[in-house]
């Protein structure tokens, strides 16, 4: 069974920093395509970055040089380091293992002085 869990949510200030990881177990895929999103208050969940079996990755213009995604194989882990945070990037951030069609539940990250 495929079990997606995110983690390293939390309160950061504005111009802070905080670093996401999704763990992927259980996938007879590997860990093979990796998609973060994220649901802001009163929108619907939107994508944000994705990350390639070779490490490729591309990323939602309002994030593009401010986050970075990046693999671990052997940990089966993909991590999401976010910068130069601002509040509008509060809200609910998934990770989706795109071969199993499976998300996580979900980190809270609030960006507030």
């Known amino acids: 069974q495929v079990q997606v869990v995110e983690s390293g949510g939390g309160l950061a200030q504005p111009g802070g920093s905080l670093r996401l990881s999704c763990v992927v177990s259980g996938s007879p895929f590997s860990l093979g395509i990796v998609e973060w999103y994220r649901q802001t208050t009163g929108h619907q969940r939107a994508w944000v970055a994705q990350?390639?079996?070779?490490?490729?990755?591309t990323y939602g213009a309002s994030v593009k040089g401010r986050f970075t995604v990046s693999r671990d194989d052997a940990k089966n882990t993909v991590y999401l380091q976010m910068t130069s945070l601002n509040t509008d990037d509060t809200g609910v951030y998934y990770c989706k293992h795109v071969a199993a069609n499976l998300w996580g539940q979900g980190t809270q990250v609030t960006v507030s002085s």
């Open positions: 990350i390639l079996r070779g490490g490729s990755t």
